[in-house]
């Protein structure tokens, strides 16, 4: 059964920094393209970035380029999401998923596998 299993989300104040991880396991994962979505309370589920399988292409939502950086290690099986300069406005869960689709993917119906999430608070 594939899993996918983020870790990394806590409560931190404005201006902070996290690193979110998610790992895969019986996932053929370097043939996948991974994304980050989250979502906040009463919102849509939103795209922040994906990643091609061999970590050569990133793509963002517009809004996200520079303060996330997504990256993965394919020999561990993990994709990151880095998030600099967070605002009480990124407090969410934070999702990754996994797409046999070529990158970029920006639509969650377009992904065939999601983790459970992890929540991300920012305090001001």
């Known amino acids: 059964q594939v899993q996918l299993v983020e870790s990394g989300g806590r409560s931190v104040p404005a201006g902070g920094s996290l690193r979110l991880s998610c790992a895969a396991s019986q996932l053929a994962f370097s043939s996948y393209t991974m994304g980050w979505f989250r979502q906040a309370p009463g919102k849509e589920r939103t795209f922040l970035g994906c990643?091609?399988?061999?970590?050569?292409?990133?793509y963002y939502a517009n809004s996200m380029k520079g303060p996330f950086t997504i990256t993965r290690n394919n020999a561990e099986k993990t994709v990151d999401l880095q998030m600099n300069s967070l605002t009480p406005e990124d407090t969410a869960i934070y999702y990754c998923a996994a797409s046999t689709q070529d990158a970029p993917v920006y639509g969650p119906n377009e992904y065939h596998y999601w983790g459970q999430g992890t929540q991300v608070t920012v305090s001001s």
């Open positions: 990643i091609n399988w061999s970590g050569g292409r990133t």
